[in-house]
């Protein structure tokens, strides 16, 4: 069984930062993708950043330049690096991670999310 939890998340003023983690535990061979998608009220969930086990990064456009995603593959664990906060970034953050575990001699990915995090970005 693999968990995958969040933690940062929080109140902050427009312009502010705010920093979210991410673990993942269980029984993990490895992990490829690990992201960061989130979902406002009324709106459908969304990308904001991937990173690849290589160190490869993509992001949505609207936080390109403000949020910085990063890992620690050691730790099993993404972070993302938010400044510059906008109220229109208010939103349950999600993590997601693309992880291959054992099943008994066979290896089976599977895409596995967190429980999510509120952002809410107010004045």
């Known amino acids: 069984q693999v968990h995958l939890v969040e933690s940062g998340g929080g109140l902050v003023q427009p312009g502010g930062s705010l920093r979210l983690s991410c673990t993942a535990s269980g029984s993990i061979f490895s992990i490829n993708v690990m992201g960061w998608y989130r979902q406002a009220p009324g709106k459908q969930r969304e990308l904001v950043a991937i990173?690849?086990?290589?160190?490869?990064?993509n992001y949505a456009n609207s936080v390109k330049g403000r949020f910085t995603i990063s890992r620690d593959n050691a730790k099993n664990t993404t972070y993302l690096q938010m400044n510059d906060l906008r109220p229109e970034d208010t939103a349950v953050y999600y993590c997601t991670g693309a992880i291959t575990t054992m099943k008994g001699l066979s290896p089976q990915a599977d895409d596995y999310w967190g429980q999510g995090t509120q952002v809410t970005v107010s004045s």
């Open positions: 990173i690849l086990s290589g160190g490869s990064t």
